[in-house]
């Protein structure tokens, strides 16, 4: 890690008459919150996923250095004891040794993070500031296999001979995105995180009061999803003359040059206006936008949709999902709610698009409970109906990391490209509870079919 002092583990490796004598590069050389491409020593070309395919087993390959390429940037993700998982930029897969294979020659692919340890690498200094990846199940180096310098040529394992064709120059592209949870300090819940006016934005519930009787909304932005500011209350139920207590779980839309902010206030649903998504918000009405008790039992945790032909929808509920047309007012309810409740369902709608299909996150559970956790389902139109997925929960908590409670997501994607994140509560860590939460954001990545990949909760 960085700043850190370790001793340096010589291990001598016999390859016929050859020593290799292999001395691991120091962590803090390594930015895990940036992307580098691997640049061959022997060939000058960079490791890339062949294609740009973002199916598991594509293979890896060497090509041509194009620093636009998403398919040739990679992060290296801490796997411990001084190991990485090299993860790629465009797909959120990482290099894997196919089959845990031990043997000279053996394909490399990359393929869904399992945290695996044909997945984990070393880095090894051999000189002028190049480095061998040498695996960490089979002891074996990258390669460009037959010393080839042509595009395509693929990249296997080898005995580590500290040869030019497994050196590798890491050239950092962009500092990348720095995650350390929690993102932001404090008792914060029910994060609503958003792409507006340049930047990314989470509004959350304010935590920490008994009976989640909060009166206050604040605001946090931020430039890269790494470094938090926050922007102060954005609103204050006391200024809101239908409801001053429990207030829960935001959403915001920008629409019509108008940012609106809807919001849960005593089990019911409001909205309110702003010129800039840092606020402040005035009430829109003056009354609800939807009462409680008005189509089910709690009316809360509104999330709002906007499709590709400009049509609005409001999504809500709590044991049961509604979704509505919003009038072009941003006001109004244009249509009653249908019911589109999936299987397992308690609460927290967050809906976005992808590629044609329509996700609907949501939570199960019940949020004072460590068990809480977050499950989607999909549908051919916001409309529904929408079908519970399989490979559920995609988000739980973890036991060994001491991560409980994992809950209340919503997804954002990073603006022109197919790369997506997950902002959710958990437990505080240390000693926290159901009234008691952080907020966190970790990568959301998905299949070759379009199934989400199961996200690993990190600290």
Not at 10 to 23: D, E, L, P, S, W
Not at 145 to 168: F, H, K, L, P
Not at 307 to 319: E, K, M, P, Q, R
Not at 442 to 459: C, E, K, S
Request: proline share 4%; aromatic share 10%.
């Amino acid at each position: 890690m960085k700043g850190s002092t370790r001793a340096l583990l010589t291990v001598a490796v016999t390859v016929g008459a050859i020593v290799v004598v292999t001395r691991p590069v120091d962590a803090a050389t390594v930015d895990p919150t940036a992307y580098y491409q691997l640049v061959s020593r022997s060939s000058g070309k960079a490791v890339a996923v062949e294609n740009a395919s973002t199916g598991d087993n594509a293979r890896i390959v060497q090509y041509t250095v194009d620093t636009a390429a998403l398919s040739q940037q990679w992060q290296f993700v801490d796997a411990g004891g001084g190991y990485h998982r090299l993860r790629a930029r465009h797909s959120g897969k990482v290099v894997d040794v196919a089959a845990r294979s031990t043997a000279d020659g053996a394909s490399v692919v990359q393929y869904t993070d399992n945290a695996a340890v044909n997945q984990q690498f070393r880095l090894v200094d051999s000189d002028s500031g190049y480095v061998r990846l040498v695996n960490r199940n089979s002891g074996k180096a990258l390669d460009v296999w037959g010393r080839s310098t042509a595009d395509g040529a693929v990249i296997s394992q080898y005995t580590d001979t500290n040869g030019t064709n497994q050196q590798w120059q890491l050239r950092r592209v962009t500092g990348g995105t720095a995650l350390k949870n929690p993102v932001i300090p404090g008792y914060f819940a029910d994060p609503q995180i958003e792409y507006l006016a340049g930047r990314y934005w989470i509004y959350p519930t304010s935590d920490g009061y008994a009976d989640w009787s909060g009166t206050r909304f604040r605001a946090f932005s931020s430039p890269d999803l790494a470094v938090w500011t926050d922007n102060g209350v954005v609103l204050d139920l006391a200024d809101v003359s239908w409801c001053h207590a429990k207030a829960w779980a935001p959403t915001i839309v920008h629409r019509n040059g108008v940012y609106w902010l809807y919001f849960s206030a005593c089990q019911q649903i409001g909205v309110a206006r702003s010129s800039s998504p840092g606020g402040p918000f005035v009430d829109a009405l003056g009354a609800p936008l939807v009462r409680t008790n008005q189509y089910g039992e709690q009316e809360i945790d509104p999330d709002v949709f906007v499709d590709d032909d400009g049509t609005a929808y409001l999504y809500f509920g709590s044991g049961r999902a509604e979704v509505a047309r919003l009038s072009s007012s941003m006001t109004a309810l244009a249509t009653a709610p249908t019911r589109v409740t999936p299987a397992g369902y308690r609460e927290a709608s967050n809906v976005f698009k992808r590629n044609g299909t329509y996700y609907l996150m949501y939570s199960e559970d019940d949020t004072r409970s460590a068990d809480y956790r977050v499950s989607y389902a999909t549908a051919s139109s916001p409309l529904g109906p929408f079908t519970k997925a399989a490979g559920n929960p995609v988000l739980a908590k973890d036991t060994g990391k001491g991560i409980l409670g994992t809950g209340h997501s919503s997804v954002v994607q990073v603006p022109g490209r197919d790369e997506w994140y997950i902002a959710y509560h958990r437990f505080a860590i240390p000693g926290g509870d159901g009234t008691h939460r952080e907020v966190c954001v970790d990568r959301l990545t998905f299949a070759a079919n379009g199934a989400i990949n199961t996200v690993h909760p990190t600290r």
